[in-house]
Nanobody
Framework: QLQLVESGGGLVQPGGSLRLSCAGS????????IGWFRQAPGKEREGVSA????????VYADSVKGRFTISRDNAKNTVYLQMNSLTPEDTAVYYC??????????????????????WGQGTQVTVSS
């Protein structure tokens, strides 16, 4: 059974940092492009960042560029999202998702949620003082 499991969410003060983890079960994440998405209450899900399977190219939404960093640890079959300088606007449920490496990693579309086949259950991130 293919599963993605997110962890690392929680409550953090504005300006603080969190590192989210996305662990793969039943398949290897390095054979997939991995994306991070988030959904705040009353808002549509939005793409945050993605990392390519082939060359570890990365893409970031403008709203997180310079603050968030996506990375892989293939030995641990895990993808991370390091989030720094957090603001209340970053409060959301964060999801990771996987797209087979056999499909393109296209910068213009890789942050669209319809590009992904497998999804985790999400982890809550709350930024509040």
């Amino acid at each position: 059974q293919l599963q993605l499991v997110e962890s690392g969410g929680g409550l953090v003060q504005p300006g603080g940092s969190l590192r989210l983890s996305c662990a793969g079960s039943g398949f290897t994440l390095d054979s997939h492009h991995i994306g991070w998405f988030r959904q705040a209450p009353g808002k549509e899900r939005e793409g945050v960042s993605a990392i390519s399977s082939s060359d570890d190219s990365t893409v970031y939404a403008d709203s997180v560029k310079g603050r968030f960093t996506i990375s892989r640890d293939n030995a641990k079959n895990t993808v991370y999202l390091q989030m720094n300088s957090l603001t209340p606007e970053d409060t959301a449920v964060y999801y990771c998702a996987a797209r087979s490496r056999y499909w393109d990693f296209t910068i213009a579309t890789i942050l669209h949620d319809n590009q992904y086949d497998y999804w985790g259950q999400g982890t809550q991130v709350t930024v509040s003082s």
